[in-house]
């Protein structure tokens, strides 16, 4: 897999994701056409695009639309599935997920999709698997967040039996 | 989390920072940490595959994994691999079928299913590699019909996954070696899919229809009707899709309609990229299966028309090749280009239409090429034409180059020409300077008719013209120049040796003025020239004969003003300017022709002596002359067997000693040869003494060889091989009579010098000693054979005793592989005898340098055994061979090497020229000279047993341009080391 974007039906981009070294002004000019693209095509039409020498997948779940770009060889059914499998993911984790969920998690979002797929490959297709990993990386943060307060008000007790 | 960051966008320079740490990760307890270990590694590969390449075992570790997890991940890697090299993983079909059948068969836990398919993702994977592994092999695609069969009854239910699946069997069963049966299977999944009311499989079922209908167009025939439907899809990809289809199925019967499609499609599209693809695609089908000349015409217009200038320029080169060509049939070519031209002239006529610029281009040629088959329409108004889209101002500056081309072709043919010429007052002032060159031609044609008419000939595009490509009616011309005092030109790699040689440098400067004064300068200073080269040796003898007949003033003037096309012009000034020979010159030249020939014999000798010297090969006889070498190697040649080996052994050795360009260097390399000749017979007169003769043969260093004195023989081989020939014959005797004085030695000699005869045939080094007691002296010395470095030790016994169970062991190294020759371990020396062991040294491992290590035990008569250690330094450069391999396979092998390094050496003054500095490379390091193209060069060496390596250098003033390419990476950097060493220091 190329990329994988993810963008709202204004075409407001809401997550993005590079698996090949590009700059950023190709990003961009990338996303804009892709983006222009895929929101010209009516919803009976077929999901796979051929644009450049790459394909795109995409697929529309409410408001958003999920796009991967893959290459000649690839199965595309697969790469459609794939998409579903991260959606179903997202759902679990945020419980009956929507687009306001990935705008303010979307380092949570990341983190999903970071252990479902890496380098461009499907890295876990267990849903267990992967939401455990992410439960525990939560719980690491949480952790790392609680030792700092502990620490915090460590601090402020000596700041107050000084004074 | 690390490791997530690593398998991301990651830089290839710090891999192998990081790769010991990730390599750690692969045996961590956790399998998520053993999970992204093994992609980072994935993502590694796909970044730089050599290195991670000693790792490959490990991935195997990895496939065998308890862990799914761990095990899929390993599988992306093995895709890669197997997809770049399908052949050296065969043996682990076995295990990708049972693992497959583990996962088809619901082996697995039940998270890893989705909607009830057992990892569907795993599945596809496989199947991929299976598909890959599988191509064109028998044995082992019979390996995999029964679990592709099985996944294919497997996947019934009607979801999308299972289509994904069934998808990824059909192609892995028709990229396999064929088995009907699953063909069959696979037939009808395909008529599922393509049947199927959902888009998406529609699309899925006409990509599996292009690629099985190579191998059975009848499928195809099943589903016509869909394909018909999915042509007038409202989806463009769909569309798309099936013009994809068609295009393959392309014969001559359907083409017009297939054609008719695709040019439908392509004028509504707006994207680049898919004009370019099925412009090419229309072009390529049009070419082989158009049915008649009209339509072909026609087709090619439109796409021309659509396609304009985004499409890829071989499109309009191939089309002008066929018509300019044409077919066999003779009026058919005449018809095809006659409707051509009709059709282009229709095209123009057309007011207020833009045609693309390569379109332009086309019609001008063909317009300029073939306007004369048209009956009705004269030159004129052809040129009227041209000459109104010349004017315009959205035409570019190449086309109208194009455009001004057709109109010259076009202007013998013209009777009247008022509009050529108001069309050369506007270009003759034009800015364009490409513009105003051809403008200026055309008047100049226009002023000579006839020439006019020779050079542009009517439909004769195809047969090329006759040039004289050496130039040599310029001869006369640059005589001319010459005796006026111009410097004569000298070829660039000609300017560069003589810079090199310090003395003697070719002066032409005294033929020049001789020769002004006999007042037939022509002839003199092109032979002159001719030295550089053969070729322009022959132009000079062509340019003796033309010289004759050429009237010189007006060639010169030919060269003035046409300087665009000098050769055509030249060829036909030739022909049609002949004037008459005055008698009187053909005498005078008679005469000069003699003096010419003792010139050039001269400069001959002149130059054959400064090619030795730029060979190198002769730095111990060329500094007598040339002459003398002849007469010494005739000698040689008479002299004993076993002098002649040395004399041989002599010249390689100075073939060796490289940068010694100069006399100086010549009688120092050979100096030192004679030290090691002397030093070798003085190890086998070790009776002698050793301290005695060491003396000698350093003094036999130090100073000039005529100063020895102190031993007559001594100084009579080193004396004979430097100077007189003549004594060399006598000095054998000399040299004998001490040798066969020691009686006793007699026998080493001839072992001595049997074992010169095998170092003889290969470059070998200085007899070193290693280390040394009152009894024993062991020294040692390298052979580089071809396939191994081969050490010799000889030991000598130097006491008056027998030395008893002597036995010489050599450490085993770790680097090294170290095998002894048979035959060479003697138990016993006897007294006052040299006894030599061979061992040859392979390496295991590139390194830079190492020691050899070594003991020699032995026993003196009833005493204990003693023990005598040395070591024996050897560098990677001693397992440096050339590479004989040629160009094509060179730029094979540059390309598959990723290991590079690229550096620039500056160069010693002395060697600041291409063929020196090569010189130097090929002997100093032992390279192979593929290909020396101008100021670069290839060159080619290997390191034993067979890693190659590859160099590249190009020469600016004195500096090198080095870069290496090896499959092995520490390879280049080593030997850049060398070179900059080789090519600085000397």
Request: glycine share 4%.
């Amino acid at each position: 897999m190329q990329f994988m974007l993810l963008f709202s039906r204004q075409g407001k981009l809401r997550l993005q994701k590079w698996y090949v070294p590009l700059s950023d002004k190709e990003k961009k000019k990338i996303t804009r056409e892709l983006v222009q693209t895929v929101l010209a095509r009516k919803p009976k039409m077929c999901s796979f695009l051929e644009w450049r020498d790459l394909k795109i997948v995409y697929k529309r779940y409410a408001s958003l639309y999920f796009c991967c770009a893959i290459e000649d060889q690839d199965n595309e059914l697969i790469t459609l599935e794939i998409i579903h499998r991260y959606v179903e993911l997202l759902d679990k984790y945020f419980g009956s997920v929507c687009e306001l969920d990935i705008i303010f998690n979307f380092e949570k979002a990341y983190f999903i999709l970071d252990e479902f797929l890496l380098g461009g490959e499907v890295q876990e297709t267990s849903k267990k698997n992967v939401l455990k990993a992410i439960e525990q990386a939560d719980l690491l943060q949480e952790v790392f967040f609680l030792c700092c307060l502990t620490k915090a008000i460590g601090c402020l007790g000596e700041v107050w039996e000084g004074s | 989390m690390a490791l997530t960051v690593v398998s991301q966008i990651f830089p290839r320079e710090m891999i192998p920072a990081v790769l010991p740490l990730i390599e750690d990760k692969l045996q961590h307890s956790k399998e998520i940490i053993r999970r992204k270990a093994v992609l980072a590694l994935y993502k590694f590969h796909l970044i730089a595959p050599n290195q991670v390449q000693h790792i490959h075992i490990k991935f195997r570790k990895a496939l065998c994994d308890r862990d799914v997890g761990v095990m899929a991940a390993s599988l992306h890697i093995y895709f890669r691999m197997i997809k770049e090299n399908s052949s050296g993983y065969k043996d682990l079909t076995g295990s990708f079928v049972t693992i497959l059948k583990q996962v088809v068969g619901g082996k697995l836990p039940v998270d890893f299913n989705y909607h009830s398919v057992p990892a569907p993702w795993l599945q596809i994977q496989l199947l991929r590699i299976l598909g890959l592994l599988g191509k064109d092999d028998q044995r082992t695609s019979e390996l995999m019909y029964d679990v592709l069969d099985e996944s294919l009854r497997r996947a019934e239910l009607n979801h999308n996954v299972t289509y994904a699946i069934l998808f990824e069997c059909v192609h892995t069963v028709y990229s396999i070696y064929p088995k009907s049966e699953l063909l069959e299977k696979a037939a009808k999944c395909i008529g599922r899919f393509v049947l199927s009311p959902k888009i998406n499989l529609k699309y899925l079922g006409l990509k599996a229809l292009t690629y099985v209908i190579q191998q059975d167009p009848t499928l195809a025939l099943q589903h016509q009707m869909t394909i018909i439907e999915c042509l007038d899809h409202p989806d463009p990809i769909i569309k798309r899709e099936t013009l994809e289809l068609l295009y393959r199925i392309t014969n001559a019967q359907n083409i017009t309609v297939i054609v008719q499609k695709m040019l439908e499609y392509l004028q509504q599209s707006k994207e680049e990229y898919i004009i370019v693809n099925l412009v090419g695609k229309i072009a390529e089908t049009v070419d082989t299966y158009a049915p008649d000349n009209a339509w072909f015409i026609q087709t090619m217009n439109a796409v021309f028309s659509v396609g304009g200038d985004v499409m890829h320029p071989d499109i309009p080169n191939n089309f002008l090749r066929l018509l300019a060509e044409g077919f066999d049939d003779e009026t058919e070519n005449q018809q095809l280009r006659l409707y051509a031209v009709q059709s282009y002239l229709t095209l123009l006529d057309a007011e207020n239409v833009f045609y693309p610029q390569k379109f332009l281009q086309v019609m001008s040629w063909v317009l300029g090429e073939y306007s004369y088959l048209l009956d009705e329409e004269t030159p004129e108004e052809v040129i009227t034409k041209l000459y109104k889209l010349l004017m315009n101002d959205s035409v570019s500056s190449e086309t109208k180059a194009w455009l001004l081309a057709a109109v010259t072709k076009l202007t013998p043919q013209a009777h009247s020409s008022n509009i050529v010429e108001r069309l050369i007052q506007e270009f003759t002032v034009s800015l364009d300077t490409c513009m105003r060159q051809h403008a200026f031609e055309l008047k100049h044609l226009r002023e000579n008719v006839e020439l006019m008419k020779s050079l542009l000939p009517v439909d004769k595009s195809c047969e090329d013209m006759v040039v004289d490509a050496s130039l040599s009616f310029l001869d006369g011309f640059v005589a001319e120049e010459l005796s006026q005092g111009a410097a004569p030109y000298k070829p660039h790699h000609q300017r560069q040796e003589e810079k090199l040689s310090q003395e003697k440098v070719l002066n032409f400067e005294p033929y020049g003025l001789s020769f002004s004064s006999s007042g037939f300068t022509g002839r003199q200073s092109p032979a002159g020239i001719s030295l550089g080269s053969d070729i322009s040796g022959n132009s000079a003898e062509t340019g003796l004969k033309e010289t004759n007949s050429l009237k010189l003033e007006g060639i010169k003037k030919l060269w003035g003003k046409e300087g665009y096309l000098p050769k055509k012009e030249g060829k036909t000034g030739d022909e049609t300017e002949v004037p008459p020979v005055p008698q009187e010159s053909i005498i005078m030249e008679n005469v000069d022709q003699t003096i010419i020939k003792k010139d050039q014999s001269q400069v001959l000798t002149q130059s054959k002596e400064e090619k030795e010297k730029q060979l190198l090969a002769s730095s111990l006889f060329v500094g007598l002359g040339t002459e003398s070498t002849i007469n010494l190697l005739g000698k040689a040649d008479t002299v004993s067997h076993k002098f002649r080996r040395k004399s041989k052994v002599k010249e390689t050795k100075s073939g060796e000693t490289t940068s010694a360009q100069n006399m100086p260097c010549s009688y120092f390399s050979s100096s030192s040869d004679v030290t090691y000749e002397d030093d070798y017979y003085l190890d086998t007169l070790q009776d002698r003494g050793d301290k005695e003769l060491n003396k000698f043969s350093l003094n036999s260093e130090l100073l000039d060889s005529e100063s020895l004195t102190e031993l007559p023989s001594v100084e009579k081989l080193s004396s004979c091989t430097l100077s007189t020939p003549s004594l060399f014959t006598d000095d054998m005797e000399g040299l004998h009579s001490p040798l066969s004085t020691a009686a006793s030695v007699a026998n080493e000699i001839s072992l001595a010098s049997s074992l010169l005869e095998e170092t003889s045939e290969h470059m070998h080094s200085d007899l070193v000693e290693v280390c040394n007691n009152e009894t024993i002296s062991v020294s040692s010395y390298k052979i580089w054979k071809d396939d191994c470095l081969l050490v010799v030790w000889s030991v000598s016994n130097k006491s008056g005793l027998e030395l008893k169970s002597a036995d010489l062991e050599i450490s085993s190294a770790e680097n090294f592989k170290i095998t002894e020759q048979p035959g060479c371990c003697l138990p016993v020396i006897e007294t006052e005898s040299i006894k030599t062991f061979q061992y040859s040294v392979q390496m295991e491992k590139p390194f830079t340098e190492g020691n050899l290590f070594g003991f020699i035990n032995y026993q003196m008569m009833d005493t204990h055994s003693l023990q005598l250690e040395f070591s024996v330094n050897l560098s990677l450069l001693d397992f440096i061979r050339p590479l004989k391999i040629s160009t094509e396979n060179f730029g094979k092998l540059w390309l598959s090497f990723a290991n590079d390094v690229k550096q620039n050496v500056k160069m010693s003054e002395s060697q600041a020229a291409l063929p020196s500095a090569l010189k130097t490379l090929q002997q100093k390091l032992r390279l192979h000279v593929v290909e020396i193209i101008g100021n670069e060069g290839l060159l080619a060496c290997q390191l034993l047993p067979s890693i190659p390596c590859l160099l590249h250098f190009r020469v600016h003033g004195d500096v090198l341009a080095l870069w290496f390419r090896s499959s092995c990476s520490t390879l280049p950097d080593y030997l850049l080391y060398q070179c900059q060493k080789v090519v600085e220091g000397s």
